[in-house]
């Protein structure tokens, strides 16, 4: 994984998990299937480089649902590394990984669960969405 990627998930975190109020949001999203979820202000798409757009909910083969974002480069000025992904792998509709977040989730460690589904995405990018059941 190129260094620039892993610097950006960890700004991302830290931005985030530093938020409860979009911690909050991503773990009951508002916002209608196939929206972006985060961020909204044109601000923050351009400096974090990618959006997180709500795919609705889905079902694990653990039986139990979660909320899946597809994480995907924006369009428009963004860090370099980003730019250089989107330019090479389908432009800014490029899903690059999902995260999923459990529905109805109550417990203190929403932090450390984002960290791990964001982390999966951009620093491992295993694509582990093979397991899914679409509602």
């Known amino acids: 994984m190129p260094g620039g990627l892993t610097k950006i998930y960890r700004i991302i975190v830290e931005f985030i ?3 409860l109020s979009i911690l909050n949001k991503l773990f ?3 916002v ?3 929206k972006t ?4 202000e044109k601000a923050q798409q ?6 997180f757009d709500y795919d609705g909910e889905v079902i694990r083969k653990d039986g139990k649902a979660y909320h899946k974002f597809n994480v995907q480069p924006n369009a428009g000025k963004i860090p370099a590394s980003l730019r250089d992904y989107r330019n090479s792998d389908g432009g800014n509709h490029a899903v690059m990984g ?7 989730y109550k417990g203190e460690d929403k932090a450390a669960l984002f960290n791990i589904q964001l982390k999966r995405v951009l620093v491992k990018k295993d694509g582990d969405d093979d397991d899914i059941k679409e509602d």
Do not use: M
Request: hydrophobic share 25%; proline share 12%; charged share 25%.
């Open 98 to 104: 999902s995260i999923h977040l459990p529905v109805n």
């Open 46 to 51: 351009e400096r974090h480089g990618i959006r």
């Open 28 to 30: 009951d999203p508002t």
């Open 32 to 34: 209608l299937r196939g």
């Open 37 to 40: 979820a985060w961020p909204k």
């Open 17 to 19: 998990t530093s938020r």
